[in-house]
C-alpha cells in the first residue's frame, strides 16, 4: 500500500500541464462549467443555506469566495459551501469507473486554495485534472467493491481527489505531498464544530446497509439491507430503524439488527425506487415484466396503486397528500409523464405530456407478453414483438434479444432502452422478422426462488430457457425454424455466445461484452467472485462446472457464424474475452467479425457508438436472417 501511495504522489509531482490531451483539456473546461452551474442552481437550496448562515454567524473574512454570494471567507469553509452547493441538487457530473461524484470534490477545493494562492487558470486547470485522475485511476482498482461494501465513493475518493489537486496547486514536494495522501487514508481528520447542522450520532449500520429515505418526523430511518448474505442472487429488502433510541444502542452492531424492522417482509421482490412522505412509504419493484408501484404502512402492509396498463419508468414523487407525477410506459404507449390525483372517487391517472403524438407515424410493431414452460418445468415469460402486417400463416424469422444482468428484466414495453441506443429490434421487425425477449432463469420480478435459479447452471439453464421459448413459438406455425438469431450484451453477451457456441439451432449470433471462460473473467474482471459457481475459483469442486458453463468449451463443435463487439477498457468483461472468442472462431474457420470500441468501457456513452453497434447488428442480421448482402459500410443511412 505505501508503494502506490508513494506511486500516486509521484504522478502528481511528475505530471505537467502539456502532457495533457487537447481533448482532455475541452472536457475537463466543459465539466468545470456544468459544475459551476450545479453550484449557482444549488446556491439556492436549504442544505447550501444552512451553511452560508452559519459562516455569516461565524463572521466574514477570508481569502476564498463563496459562490455566488460573493461573501469571503477561509479556504476550507469556502470549499465546503461551493461543494454542499454544487452536489445537493445531485445534478452534477458522475464517473462510473470510480462509482463516484468527482467535480464537486475536487473543483471547489481547486477555487478556493487556487484563490488564496493567487495561481494562474492553467495552474487551476491543471490541478484540477490530476485531482480526478486521482479519482479515475484508484476507483478503477478498488470498486465496485469498495462501493458494495458500504463505502460512498464521493466521499472516499474524493478526499483524495481533493487532496491530490490542493497538494499540485501547493507545489509540495514528494514527501508532503504523500504526506497529505496518508492523512486522507488514514482518516485523520480535524474535529471542527459542526453544531450548527445538530446533535450528531453514529450509528452502527450493518456492512451493506444503505439509507434510502428519512420519515417526515425525522425520528426513523428507511435501509437497504441484506439480511440472509451480500450474494449478488440474494434479494435486499427495506428496513426501519427508530433513531430516538438510546445512542448505546444505536452505536452497537449486534443490538441495531435487533431493533430493525423489516419493511418489506411481505414482498418476495427487489425493493428499487423508494419515497417517504407523510401519507406513506412509495415503493417501485419489478412483478415480472412490468415495473409498479405500491404504498406501505410502516407496520409492512402494503396495497399496489392501480396505474391500469401502465409501467412505472424509475422516476415517481408523491406529495403529502398522496397525489403524485411519474412516467411511465406501457405496450402501446411511449414512456410519458402522468399525474395521479387521489380523489373521493378514487385515484384519477392524468396524462401530462404528449409525445406519443410525435411519433404517432412510426411503426413498432406490435408488444405482447407470452409465456411457456422450460425443459426443467419451470415457467418461463418473455416479451414478443411481431410487425405491424403480421400473418400468423406466414413464415417468420426469429430474433432472441437476451438482456443483461441477470438480475434485471425485459419489460413489457413498446420501446425500452435496449431499442432506443444498442439493439435494431424495431428497424429488424419493420423488415419481417420476429423478436423474442425472454425474461430468463435470474432475471428479477420473479422473487427470491428465480432470481438464485441459475445458480451453478449459468448457460445451461438459460439456454433450457431459450431453446422452449423458441419450440413454443415454433409449435405456434408462424417461425421459420431455419432463420432464427440469438444477440445480447453482457449477461445477455454471454448467453447469446453460450447458445451460439453449444447450439446448433442459429442461423447467427451477436455477442456484446461477454465472458467467454470463468479463468479469463477470474483474472481479469473487476467484480472476479461474482461468478454464480459453486466452489473456490480453482477448485475440484468448480472445475467441472466451469467446462459446463462456458461458452469456449464448446469450440469444438461450434458452427454459429458470431458478431462481436467489445469496449476496449472494459473492466468488467475485459477485452481478452472477446479476443478468446474471435481467434478460437478463426482458428476453426467459422465467420466471425470483431468490432472493438476504443473509447468504451462495459457500457457504450457516446452517440456514435450507438450507430455503429445498431448499424453493425442491423446488417449482421439482415445478411444471416433475411438474406441481404453483408456490408458494414454500405452508405444507406
Excluded at 504522489?9 to 505530471?15: D, M, Q, S, V
Excluded at 433513531?243 to 418476495?268: A, G, H, Y
Excluded at 428484466?409 to 413498446?414: D, E, R, Y
Amino acid at each position: 500500500m505505501k508503494e502506490v501511495t508513494r506511486k500516486v504522489a509521484e504522478f502528481i509531482l511528475e505530471t505537467k500541464f502539456d502532457a495533457v490531451a487537447r481533448d482532455a483539456l475541452e472536457m475537463a473546461k466543459i465539466h468545470i462549467l456544468d459544475t459551476v452551474g450545479c453550484i449557482l442552481a444549488g446556491s439556492q437550496e436549504e442544505a447550501a443555506n444552512i451553511i452560508a448562515n452559519y459562516l455569516c454567524d461565524i463572521g466574514g473574512g477570508g481569502t476564498s469566495t463563496i459562490i455566488p454570494s460573493g461573501m469571503r471567507t477561509t479556504a476550507p469553509y469556502a470549499a465546503l459551501a461551493n461543494g454542499v452547493s454544487g452536489h445537493v441538487l445531485d445534478y452534477d457530473d458522475y464517473e462510473w469507473p470510480s462509482m463516484a461524484h468527482p467535480s464537486v470534490t475536487v473543483l471547489p477545493a481547486v477555487f478556493a486554495l487556487g484563490e488564496k494562492t493567487h495561481a494562474s487558470g492553467k495552474d487551476c486547470l491543471e490541478a484540477y485534472l490530476i485531482g480526478i485522475e486521482v479519482i479515475s485511476k484508484i476507483g478503477t482498482g478498488i470498486n465496485p467493491n469498495h462501493y458494495d461494501k458500504g463505502w460512498h465513493s464521493t466521499s472516499t475518493l474524493g478526499t483524495l481527489g481533493a487532496a491530490s489537486a490542493s497538494s499540485k496547486l501547493l507545489e509540495l514536494d514528494a514527501e508532503k505531498t504523500l504526506q497529505k495522501i496518508n492523512e486522507c487514508n488514514e482518516l485523520k481528520e480535524e474535529i471542527q464544530d459542526f453544531s450548527f447542522i445538530g446533535k450528531i450520532t453514529k450509528i452502527a449500520l450493518p456492512a451493506d446497509a444503505k439509507i434510502l429515505a428519512v420519515s417526515p418526523n425525522d425520528d426513523k430511518i428507511l435501509l437497504r439491507h441484506k439480511e440472509r448474505d451480500f450474494k449478488d442472487e440474494t434479494q435486499s429488502d427495506l428496513w426501519i430503524l427508530d433513531v430516538t433510541k438510546d445512542r448505546e444502542l444505536l452505536e452497537n452492531e449486534i443490538k441495531i439488527k435487533e431493533s430493525l424492522f423489516c419493511l418489506t417482509q411481505k414482498l418476495d421482490e427487489e425493493p428499487s425506487e423508494v419515497q417517504w412522505t407523510k401519507s406513506g412509504i412509495y415503493l417501485a419493484y419489478w412483478n415480472e415484466s412490468t415495473f409498479e408501484l405500491a404504498k406501505f404502512e410502516e407496520t409492512g402492509e402494503f396495497e399496489k396503486i392501480n396505474l391500469g396498463n401502465l409501467s412505472i419508468k424509475f422516476f415517481f414523487n408523491f406529495n403529502d397528500y398522496g397525489n403524485f407525477s411519474f412516467s411511465a410506459f406501457s405496450s402501446d404507449l411511449l414512456e410519458e409523464m402522468f399525474h395521479g390525483k387521489k380523489t373521493e372517487d378514487g385515484l384519477i391517472i392524468e396524462k401530462i405530456t404528449n409525445v406519443n403524438d410525435r411519433y404517432s407515424n412510426w411503426d413498432f410493431g406490435s408488444v405482447e407478453s407470452v409465456r411457456w414452460k422450460s425443459k426443467d418445468g419451470v415457467e418461463i415469460e418473455g416479451i414478443l414483438r411481431k410487425p405491424s402486417n403480421f400473418d400468423p400463416t406466414k413464415k417468420y424469422p426469429l430474433l432472441l434479444f437476451i438482456h443483461g444482468g441477470p438480475a434485471a428484466t425485459s419489460p413489457l414495453a413498446l420501446v425500452f432502452g435496449a431499442d432506443r441506443n444498442f439493439y435494431p429490434t424495431i428497424q429488424l421487425c419493420n423488415k419481417g422478422v420476429i423478436i423474442l425477449s425472454p425474461n430468463y432463469r435470474g432475471s428479477v420480478g420473479r422473487g427470491q426462488w428465480f432470481k438464485e435459479l441459475n445458480f451453478d447452471n449459468l448457460g445451461v439453464g438459460d439456454l433450457w430457457d431459450i431453446e422452449s421459448g423458441i419450440d413454443f413459438l415454433i409449435e405456434q406455425g408462424f417461425i421459420d425454424e431455419t432463420r432464427i438469431g440469438c444477440m445480447g450484451s453482457s449477461q445477455g453477451g454471454y448467453i447469446s455466445a453460450f447458445t451460439g457456441m453449444h447450439s446448433d439451432r442459429f442461423k447467427a449470433v451477436s455477442v456484446g461484452s461477454c465472458a467467454a471462460s470463468w479463468y479469463t473473467y477470474y483474472i481479469t474482471s473487476d467484480v472476479r467472485d461474482s461468478i454464480l459457481l459453486a466452489g473456490e475459483p480453482f477448485s475440484e469442486e468448480r472445475e467441472a462446472s466451469i467446462k459446463k458453463t462456458a461458452p469456449i468449451s464448446a469450440i469444438n463443435k461450434t458452427k454459429t457464424p458470431i458478431l462481436l463487439q467489445h469496449g476496449k477498457n472494459d473492466q468488467r468483461t475485459g477485452i481478452a474475452s472477446a479476443n478468446e472468442i474471435f481467434r478460437a472462431l478463426k482458428q476453426k474457420g467459422i465467420h466471425t467479425e470483431f468490432f472493438m470500441y476504443n473509447d468504451a468501457s462495459h457500457g457504450f456513452d457516446y452517440p456514435r457508438d450507438y450507430y455503429g453497434l445498431m448499424l453493425q447488428n442491423l446488417r449482421w442480421f439482415s445478411h444471416y436472417l433475411l438474406d441481404e448482402e453483408l456490408d458494414f459500410f454500405k452508405d444507406d443511412f
